[in-house]
């Protein structure tokens, strides 16, 4: 089965750094684009940003650029995203999802890992 | 880039249609054929039911229909069930070279 899998809940003080992953198995995971998704409590869906785990090419949205790290290492067919600094108001679930079309990232998403759930709190 | 905008909520009674429309601008969905459609259930990651406007993924059911016309995209559920009852979430690519969602909306079955 395809599938994404996601790393486990986190707690977090302000301030802290952290790196949450994503493993893919069963296809091809260099050849497809992983974005990262955020929703936040009661809220809408967010796309942060998006790795082509072959080489590593990275595009962020402009809301994001800045706030996080997005990367891949291919061979443990991983990705990741990464804080340096938290803030309260990085509080939410991140999704990471596969592209649907292999070496496209301007389309749907149709895999999805089940979520990590980040909390910031003093 | 502003999130796309869809109606908060619609409503609809067992084996009706409905549809829920997916608004932007010249710069997102009126320059792509790149417009997708998620459904989400409470505490649940999102499903693609629709991408490339209209292609269904494998094992989405043919009740799902999606469309656009200039800067509004829609997506039309027929024949609607219980199980439908979920949150929808548009997407689309943008000339900022990102994918913007839309605000979300709530479906009821009556």
């Known amino acids: 089965e395809v599938q994404l899998v996601q790393s486990g809940a986190e707690v977090k003080k302000p301030g802290e750094s952290l790196k949450i992953s994503c493993k893919g198995s069963?296809?091809?995971?260099?050849?497809?684009?992983i974005g990262w998704v955020r929703q936040m409590p009661g809220k809408g869906l967010e796309y942060m940003g998006v790795i082509y785990p072959d080489d590593s090419d990275t595009r962020y949205s402009p809301s994001f650029q800045g706030q996080i790290t997005i990367s891949a290492d291919k061979s443990i067919h991983t990705a990741y995203l990464r804080w340096s600094s938290l803030k309260a108001s990085d509080s939410a679930i991140y999704y990471c999802a596969r592209h649907v079309n292999p070496t496209m990232r301007k389309n749907g998403m149709d895999v999805w890992g089940q979520g990590t759930t980040v909390t910031v709190s003093s | 880039q502003s999130a796309l905008t869809q109606p908060a909520s619609v409503s609809g009674s067992p084996g009706q249609s409905i549809s829920i429309s997916c608004t932007g601008t010249s710069s997102d969905i009126g320059n792509y054929k790149y417009v997708s459609w998620y459904q989400q259930h409470p505490g649940k990651a999102p499903k693609l039911m629709i991408y490339?406007?209209?292609d269904r993924p494998s094992g989405v059911s043919n009740r799902f229909s999606g469309s656009k016309s200039g800067n509004t995209a829609s997506l039309t559920i027929s024949g609607l069930q219980t199980e439908d009852e979920a949150d929808y979430y548009c997407s689309s690519y943008t000339t900022s070279s990102t994918i913007v969602f839309g605000t979300g909306t709530e479906v009821t079955v009556l």
């Open positions: 069963e296809y091809s995971f260099a050849n497809h684009w």
């Open positions: 490339d406007v209209s």
